[in-house]
């Protein structure tokens, strides 16, 4: 179980500083820096080595990048240059809106993969199964900006039931505009409940098979009291599934919450990227990734701490169709 | 499971799609970024689709948007399939050392959101093509790695494997004579897979603004531009919407039906004890 840890949390820092470095010379190290951004189109060559000097944008690129990952890590993003305020100020006032709007989506999309999962994978190639994959192939191949657009041509455009931008004043939370929430959340619901349902789909048809639950079944246990005591426990690695789907749903959250207007992490990212605001590119790139990629470690967890069959086993197996030997 | 009739359906539909798309800015329309009416004209002589947000017609937007998305996808997935290849077929042959590292570092970043990456990599040269292109590539070969790697290394245990490993073959030569004929069918299957998430990041990546600047046509950015007049004039919407799902669903069910034989539709019965 150690090993297992300490292989999981290695892979996840070992994966985030390739992701920082990556995201750093992205921004940082092409031509056409920051400098020749900020002092604009008619600097003169010597203006710009002056601000290039002044930016420390002369010094090697990995020394510059570990000057600004240690700040990073402790707490300085750096200033945005169109808003003039500190980065981790701008993160701070914004996550809290993305982690809602994300939760609530990942609360609803939980509640309906199990359902649908239950329903699909106990009765394995039958009807209600073909409707349901069927179902989830159809929202796994559509892009998340057609469903959302989709759904704000319906209900906001169409039918003028639903604010079609998330309107909301200055210091509020979303959570006291609950009809600007509807739309964004019901746009990620759709985006990851086809991916949710089709993995616990395929984990609960898994446990079907497994000797316990026949056992179960032959001791007369069935409908939902099979489902819900003998079934679900063993498919209950499939939490990983989970965690897979919501950090897909950050990544979804960038066009959904640009597309709707919503104030959180995503839609000031896309801005910044669209204004080249490399402080905010930077902090609030740093910070999703991140988001993700502490979801993925604590589902892979989780999901290891849950599997009955390796809790007294070593590393082996934990994550069956990622291990490659 | 299915008969091949709706198969080959779908493949002509999809084949007439992709042609559409390349040839569509040779098409004699109206020029893309003329405006030729009024914005937001329901469908009429001259604009045979109406006209967008800014008056202009929207069959020759339309015609005009495919192409770049198309072009995009399919040099991601040759790009990302091809680096995939040679990786994956060297660190699935290597035992030890830092290739077996590099498979578990690529499980990690394989995890990390596609969209997030290609907006973080493409952030550095905004309004280019090229850098979506390298964006999208970026976030394929973690995964053709994934699948390769796992290929190859069911394949290093077998004896003709280890013979020619023993031999004293190059391990490049192993990986062309002995895995690659054997890895092929796995090989195409997640090509196809990989070429339905190029699609899907290329066209969010126009929606999100990203890759060639404004009045270049885009299916993605058409979508954007002409939802707000959707209840006014939904063909502006519609028809760039409504390829990108031919697109979409049509790959999808067909890289299914293609994957789908290679392996069992349910778990083998346990053997009776």
Do not use: K
Request: proline residues 6%.
């Amino acid at each position: 179980m150690t090993h297992f840890l300490l292989v999981r949390v290695g892979t996840a820092l070992a994966t985030m500083a390739l992701l920082s470095a990556a995201l750093f010379l992205a921004t940082d190290a092409l031509p056409g820096d920051a400098a020749g951004t900020a002092a604009g189109a008619d600097a003169t060559a010597g203006e710009r080595a002056e601000l290039r000097e002044r930016l420390g944008l002369d010094r090697p690129v990995v020394e510059r990048y570990l000057a600004w990952l240690g700040d990073s890590l402790t707490g300085d993003l750096g200033r945005s240059a169109a808003a003039g305020r500190p980065v981790g100020e701008m993160l701070a006032s914004r996550f809290g809106s993305s982690v809602l709007l994300v939760a609530t989506a990942v609360a609803c999309i939980a509640v309906a993969a199990t359902v649908l999962g239950l329903l699909a994978g106990l009765r394995s190639g039958r009807p209600v199964d073909r409707l349901v994959s069927s179902g989830t192939v159809t929202l796994l191949a559509l892009p998340e900006f057609l469903l959302a657009t989709a759904l704000l041509a319906v209900f906001a455009h169409g039918a003028g039931l639903l604010p079609a931008v998330s309107l909301i004043p200055l210091g509020d939370s979303p959570w006291q505009h609950p009809q600007a929430l509807v739309l964004p959340v019901a746009s990620l619901f759709l985006a990851g409940v086809g991916i949710a349902t089709r993995l616990l789909r395929a984990a609960v048809a898994t446990a079907a098979e497994s000797p316990a639950v026949e056992q179960a079944r032959l001791s007369g246990e069935r409908g939902p009291r099979l489902a819900w005591s003998y079934v679900l426990p063993a498919a209950a690695p499939a939490v990983q599934g989970l965690a897979v789907t919501t950090a897909g749903l950050l990544g979804g959250s960038l066009v959904v919450e640009t597309l709707f207007n919503y104030p959180g992490v995503g839609s000031e990212l896309a801005r910044a990227v669209a204004y080249r605001d490399t402080a905010v590119v930077q902090g609030f790139g740093l910070a999703l990734a991140g988001t993700a990629l502490l979801v993925l470690l604590l589902g892979d967890l989780v999901s290891g701490l849950l599997d009955v069959r390796s809790r007294s086993a070593s590393a082996t197996g934990l994550r069956g169709e990622r291990r490659l030997r | 499971m299915t008969r091949s009739g709706p198969r080959r359906l779908l493949l002509v539909l999809l084949v007439l799609l992709t042609a559409l798309a390349l040839i569509g800015p040779w098409l004699p329309l109206s020029s893309p970024t003329e405006r030729i009416a009024a914005p937001f004209q329901p469908p009429g002589a001259g604009h045979l689709l109406g006209t967008d947000f800014l008056g202009r017609d929207v069959l020759a937007r339309t015609a005009h948007g495919g192409r770049t998305l198309l072009l995009q996808a399919l040099a991601a997935t040759a790009l990302g399939s091809a680096v995939g290849l040679l990786i994956g077929t060297l660190a699935g042959l290597a035992r030890r050392g830092p290739l077996t590292w590099l498979l578990r570092l690529v499980d990690g970043v394989a995890a990390v959101p596609g969209l997030l990456v290609v907006l973080l990599t493409a952030a550095g040269s905004p309004g280019s093509d090229l850098a979506v292109l390298v964006a999208v590539t970026l976030v394929s070969v973690p995964f053709s790695v994934r699948v390769i790697g796992t290929a190859t290394a069911r394949l290093t245990e077998l004896g003709y494997v280890r013979t020619a490993l023993a031999r004293g073959d190059g391990r490049l030569d192993v990986a062309r004579r002995d895995i690659l004929p054997n890895i092929a069918r796995e090989a195409w299957a997640e090509a196809g897979l990989r070429f339905i998430a190029a699609t899907q990041l290329c066209a969010t990546a126009g929606f999100l603004g990203l890759g060639a600047p404004a009045p270049e046509a885009n299916w993605g950015r058409l979508v954007r531009e002409n939802a707000a007049g959707a209840a006014a004039q939904p063909w502006a919407t519609l028809a760039p919407a409504f390829l990108l799902v031919l697109l979409a669903l049509g790959t999808t069910l067909l890289a299914d039906r293609l994957t789908a034989p290679a392996r069992p539709q349910h778990p083998p019965q346990r053997t009776p004890s």
